[in-house]
């Protein structure tokens, strides 16, 4: 399985290559623009890059489907503060598979610096006195103790997304 992903973060590019390790794939990593702000504010705005980046990435090249993945941050009806949120989309060039990634709560002393307009990275980074966390174990591994990583936490996204072209449920009737 040939796969373009829209990004050159290699967590990214982790998450793809060990989530979908049964089909063999070999991956390009390809630097595309997501067509959102750089911190996406809304479950939309999330899809909506993550489908942007897919669909380029395709473009740009010799691949049988396009993934892209994108982080967000919402506040969601029913649950109290600012949750990190992600999305991931995967295309062939006419269909469009989109799943949705774990959702966790940010400390509120981080959505306070969000909602003055900072980006989650450089923010978590402040807070655990790291150096670009959002490539290796993200929010998802730092406020978890480990008990996930961003890598596994987008690769359930990817998975899910995945579903429609990976199986025939979805087009037939039930
Ligand atoms: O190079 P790209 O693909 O853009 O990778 P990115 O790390 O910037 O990822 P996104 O654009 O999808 O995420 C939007 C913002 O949210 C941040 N972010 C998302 N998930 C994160 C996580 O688990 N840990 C730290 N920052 C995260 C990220 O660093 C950006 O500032
Ligand atoms: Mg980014």
């Known amino acids: 399985m040939k796969l373009a992903v829209g990004s050159t973060n290699p967590v990214k590019v982790d998450a793809v290559e060990r989530t979908l390790a049964r089909y063999e794939p070999t991956v390009t ?3 595309v623009d997501s067509g959102v702000s750089e ?3 809304s479950i939309e705005e999330t899809v909506t890059g993550a489908e942007n980046r897919a669909r380029r990435a395709l473009a740009a090249a010799d691949a049988d489907y396009g993934v892209g993945l994108e982080g967000g941050v919402a506040r969601l009806d029913g649950t109290p503060g600012l949750s990190l949120i992600m999305w991931a989309a995967v295309t062939d060039g006419e269909r469009v598979g989109r799943g949705g990634g774990p959702t966790l709560r940010l400390p509120d002393g981080v959505a306070a610096r969000l909602d003055d307009g900072a980006e989650l990275g450089p923010v978590m980074d402040d807070l655990l006195g790291t150096e670009n966390v959002a ?3 993200g929010a998802a591994g ?3 103790d480990g008990l996930t990583d961003r890598a596994d ?3 359930e996204a990817v998975a899910c997304a ?8 979805y087009d037939v009737d039930a």
């Open 162 to 169: 995945f579903g429609p072209f990976v199986t025939p449920y």
């Open 29 to 31: 990593a390809v630097n």
């Open 153 to 155: 936490a987008l690769g």
């Open 135 to 137: 490539e290796s174990d």
């Open 39 to 41: 911190q996406p504010w």
């Open 142 to 144: 730092a406020l978890t």
